[in-house]
Protein backbone atom coordinates (compact mmCIF):
# COMPACT_ATOMS: atom_id res chain seq x y z
CA UNK A 1 0.00 0.00 0.00
CA UNK A 2 2.91 2.47 1.04
CA UNK A 3 4.60 1.47 -2.36
CA UNK A 4 1.99 2.18 -3.91
CA UNK A 5 1.36 5.81 -2.91
CA UNK A 6 4.74 6.55 -3.39
CA UNK A 7 4.38 5.54 -6.88
CA UNK A 8 1.29 7.60 -7.40
CA UNK A 9 3.25 10.69 -5.75
CA UNK A 10 6.21 10.39 -8.24
CA UNK A 11 4.17 9.48 -11.02
CA UNK A 12 2.34 13.02 -10.31
CA UNK A 13 5.38 14.98 -8.84
CA UNK A 14 6.80 13.76 -12.71
CA UNK A 15 3.96 14.85 -14.98
CA UNK A 16 3.71 18.22 -13.03
CA UNK A 17 7.48 18.62 -13.59
CA UNK A 18 7.39 17.85 -17.13
CA UNK A 19 4.24 20.23 -17.72
CA UNK A 20 6.27 23.01 -16.55
CA UNK A 21 8.90 22.59 -18.60
CA UNK A 22 6.70 22.17 -21.75
CA UNK A 23 4.47 25.45 -21.00
CA UNK A 24 8.19 27.54 -20.55
CA UNK A 25 8.97 26.81 -23.74
CA UNK A 26 6.00 28.72 -25.30
CA UNK A 27 7.45 30.91 -27.51
CA UNK A 28 7.16 33.47 -30.47
CA UNK A 29 8.19 32.93 -34.07
CA UNK A 30 10.38 35.18 -35.69
CA UNK A 31 8.57 35.15 -39.52
CA UNK A 32 10.58 36.53 -42.68
CA UNK A 33 8.81 39.53 -45.11
CA UNK A 34 6.63 37.06 -47.05
CA UNK A 35 5.78 34.25 -44.43
CA UNK A 36 5.02 37.98 -42.00
CA UNK A 37 2.95 39.09 -45.19
CA UNK A 38 1.18 35.34 -45.58
CA UNK A 39 0.38 35.66 -41.85
CA UNK A 40 -1.83 39.09 -42.11
CA UNK A 41 -3.74 38.41 -45.28
CA UNK A 42 -5.52 36.22 -42.46
CA UNK A 43 -8.60 38.93 -40.87
CA UNK A 44 -8.51 36.76 -37.86
CA UNK A 45 -4.64 38.39 -36.73
CA UNK A 46 -3.98 41.55 -34.66
CA UNK A 47 -1.25 43.48 -37.00
CA UNK A 48 0.93 45.83 -33.76
CA UNK A 49 3.44 48.48 -34.35
CA UNK A 50 4.75 48.44 -31.29
CA UNK A 51 7.05 51.42 -32.21
CA UNK A 52 6.30 55.21 -31.17
CA UNK A 53 3.57 56.97 -31.98
CA UNK A 54 5.27 59.29 -34.45
CA UNK A 55 7.23 56.53 -36.18
CA UNK A 56 4.05 55.05 -36.96
CA UNK A 57 2.84 58.22 -38.49
CA UNK A 58 5.78 58.23 -40.88
CA UNK A 59 4.81 54.73 -42.76
CA UNK A 60 3.34 51.34 -40.81
CA UNK A 61 1.89 48.35 -42.18
CA UNK A 62 -1.76 48.70 -43.40
CA UNK A 63 -4.11 47.85 -41.09
CA UNK A 64 -2.13 47.87 -37.79
CA UNK A 65 -2.43 49.00 -34.32
CA UNK A 66 -0.17 51.19 -32.99
CA UNK A 67 0.95 50.26 -29.37
CA UNK A 68 4.22 51.49 -27.84
CA UNK A 69 6.10 49.05 -26.35
CA UNK A 70 8.51 52.00 -24.82
CA UNK A 71 5.45 53.15 -23.14
CA UNK A 72 5.94 51.09 -19.48
CA UNK A 73 2.57 52.14 -18.41
CA UNK A 74 0.02 52.55 -21.44
CA UNK A 75 1.70 49.47 -23.05
CA UNK A 76 0.54 46.75 -20.56
CA UNK A 77 -3.41 48.39 -20.73
CA UNK A 78 -3.47 48.88 -24.21
CA UNK A 79 -2.63 45.04 -24.51
CA UNK A 80 -5.00 43.89 -21.82
CA UNK A 81 -7.86 46.49 -23.83
CA UNK A 82 -7.34 46.41 -27.16
CA UNK A 83 -5.99 42.55 -28.12
CA UNK A 84 -7.31 39.48 -27.53
CA UNK A 85 -5.29 36.66 -26.26
CA UNK A 86 -7.97 34.03 -27.96
CA UNK A 87 -6.43 35.21 -31.54
CA UNK A 88 -2.98 35.24 -33.02
CA UNK A 89 -0.91 38.57 -32.87
CA UNK A 90 1.63 39.62 -35.17
CA UNK A 91 4.28 42.53 -34.07
CA UNK A 92 6.66 44.84 -35.61
CA UNK A 93 8.82 47.51 -35.18
CA UNK A 94 11.89 49.39 -36.75
CA UNK A 95 14.39 46.87 -36.79
CA UNK A 96 12.98 43.56 -34.92
CA UNK A 97 14.68 44.77 -31.44
CA UNK A 98 11.26 45.81 -29.61
CA UNK A 99 9.03 43.50 -31.58
CA UNK A 100 10.81 40.50 -29.47
CA UNK A 101 10.55 42.57 -26.24
CA UNK A 102 6.81 43.45 -27.14
CA UNK A 103 6.86 38.93 -28.18
CA UNK A 104 8.07 37.67 -24.81
CA UNK A 105 5.66 40.26 -23.27
CA UNK A 106 2.92 38.85 -25.13
CA UNK A 107 3.67 35.13 -24.25
CA UNK A 108 4.11 36.43 -20.85
CA UNK A 109 0.93 37.69 -20.62
CA UNK A 110 -0.52 34.29 -21.89
CA UNK A 111 -0.99 34.83 -25.34
CA UNK A 112 -0.14 31.20 -27.42
CA UNK A 113 0.31 32.46 -30.96
CA UNK A 114 2.79 35.52 -31.24
CA UNK A 115 4.62 36.30 -34.30
CA UNK A 116 7.48 38.74 -35.00
CA UNK A 117 8.20 40.29 -38.26
CA UNK A 118 11.93 39.70 -38.53
CA UNK A 119 14.31 42.69 -39.02
CA UNK A 120 11.39 44.93 -38.75
CA UNK A 121 9.62 47.87 -40.94
CA UNK A 122 13.04 48.00 -42.60
CA UNK A 123 13.00 44.62 -44.16
CA UNK A 124 9.42 44.73 -45.01
CA UNK A 125 10.16 48.00 -47.14
CA UNK A 126 13.35 47.12 -48.39
CA UNK A 127 11.59 44.17 -49.77
CA UNK A 128 9.03 46.83 -51.17
CA UNK A 129 6.38 45.62 -49.49
CA UNK A 130 3.46 48.23 -49.17
CA UNK A 131 3.30 50.89 -46.26
CA UNK A 132 0.99 53.50 -45.63
CA UNK A 133 1.09 56.82 -43.67
CA UNK A 134 -1.13 58.48 -41.20
CA UNK A 135 -2.96 61.16 -41.96
Known sequence: MIKSLYFILFVLLFSSGMWACISKNIKYKNLTAGQFQELINDSNVQLVDVRTATEFTEGHIPGSLNIDVKDETGFPLA?????????????????????????????????????????????????????????
Open 79 to 135: VDERLDKEKPVAVYCRSGRRSRQAADFLIKKGFKKVYNLDKGILNWIEEGREIEQAE
